[in-house]
């Protein structure tokens, strides 16, 4: 495996650092600030973002994730790894680039098994970050680790679907520019187990779709993003918006979950390499029991062991990417699997090291560290929990023994 960078990606590297250096840190506290004087926090976007979204384009910074040259930059899983990491550095650095969750997933999905009409309406609008999306599968009322359980209805009445059910943890959906949702539900229980399931697009201004409430992530509300419950009452949408075919979204999803899961990974590296850049800078200005942090033994260990947990997992993505790339998601599947157990607990363990170098400012909003948690935490459940994947490592594992 050959995981050095080509003359193509070092340039992408060099530019996509450079914007975030000149342009997306400095503009964090900006954008929480303008955030916070809106008469509510899911009304309007902070400006800022539209800025830096234009600036972005205007470099050609645009749309990267996409491997596809005539939608994106033409980047294979591996080439995207390190620029992916570099915009998981902020919070609001991936939107920047339209390369944030979950309109990558969803992206890729309209890109692949969308049909002409389907890329025209939604696909085309996303790419140009005119519209943003949400992702509903998630249900309160099932145990959705397993996708096969949900029970969201999708039933054909003449040249329409109807559906019903409640989904939520639907992200995305509270911002005022999302105007489509990829909801998965069952179009015919008596077929085989992974055949039952459908995705089907629904615009959100549909009549019986109704948010009923955003959810907080450990008391954060992700404005103006967020976290949906949604009530899908007697939701009537055309044949034509079907995604792919009947019986296909169980399929769609394993398509879609296995660049997203590798994505959060690719961010949560860059997140934990800017909260081991905080705790160097820290220890260097701060005195305890008569010496610098820096010489305290204990702190030297905590950077000797973020280091190696960083590294361990930057070259187990990379080569799950490689894989992704050379012999496809499939077979790279017992390899997405290990990333998506090892990056979210890897980035956990170096912020709770930098939060305690901080101390009390490490848990307050002052820093961004607190925040930066409680998302990573979330990614040991989101696209999966950890049981589930090490549940497949291990009878992947297994079955070469049997």
């Not at 040249?159 to 989904?167: L, M």
Request: overall charge neutral; aromatic content about 8%.
């Amino acid at each position: 495996m050959d995981f050095s960078y080509s003359e193509k990606v070092l340039d992408l590297k060099k530019k996509v650092n450079t914007f975030m250096e000149e342009h997306v840190y400095p503009n964090e506290k900006v954008y929480q600030d303008q955030l916070n004087q809106q008469k509510t926090r899911w009304s309007d976007i902070p400006p800022i973002m539209e800025e830096l979204k234009k600036k972005a384009k205007k470099a050609g910074l645009w749309n990267l994730f996409l491997p596809e040259s005539e939608y994106g930059a033409g980047l294979t899983n591996l080439e995207y790894a390190p620029v992916c990491e570099i915009m998981g550095r902020s919070v609001i650095g991936p939107e920047a680039f339209n390369c944030s969750a979950p309109d990558t997933g969803n992206m890729e999905v309209l890109a692949r098994y969308g049909s002409e009409k389907q890329k025209k309406e939604w696909l085309e609008p996303l790419l140009a970050g005119e519209i943003r999306s949400c992702f509903s599968m998630t249900e309160p009322d099932v145990a959705s680790s397993d996708a096969t359980n949900i029970s969201t209805s999708i039933v054909r009445d003449g040249d329409e679907y109807v559906i019903n059910g409640t989904k939520w943890w639907s992200s995305g959906a509270g911002d005022p520019r999302c105007k489509i949702a990829i909801v998965m539900g069952k179009t015919d229980t008596s077929a085989p187990r992974h055949e039952q399931q459908s995705m089907i697009l629904v615009p959100l201004d549909t009549p019986g779709v109704k948010i009923k409430r955003m959810l907080p992530v450990f008391g954060y509300d992700d404005a103006p993003h967020g976290h949906a419950e949604i009530e899908y009452n007697n939701v009537r949408v055309p044949v034509e918006n079907m995604l792919w075919d009947e019986g296909k979204g169980f399929a769609i999803a394993q398509g879609r979950l296995g660049p997203g899961r590798i994505h959060h990974c690719m961010r949560l590296i860059g997140l934990a390499e800017r909260a081991l850049e905080d705790i160097c800078k820290r220890i260097q200005v701060r005195k305890a029991f008569g010496k610098k942090l820096s010489e305290h033994e204990v702190i030297q260990e905590w950077i000797a062991d973020s280091r190696i947990e960083i590294e361990q997992a930057r070259l187990l993505t990379l080569k799950a990417a490689y894989m992704m790339d050379t012999v496809g998601n499939k077979v790279a599947k017992k390899e997405i699997a290990m990333i998506k157990v090892v990056a979210p607990n890897m980035a956990l363990k170096v912020l709770d090291r930098a939060i305690q170098v901080f101390g009390a400012a490490g848990v307050s909003d002052d820093f961004t560290l607190a925040y930066h948690w409680a998302n990573a935490r979330t990614l040991r459940i989101a696209d999966g929990p950890d049981e589930v994947h090490r549940r497949q490592i291990a009878r992947l594992e297994m079955k070469n023994y049997q």
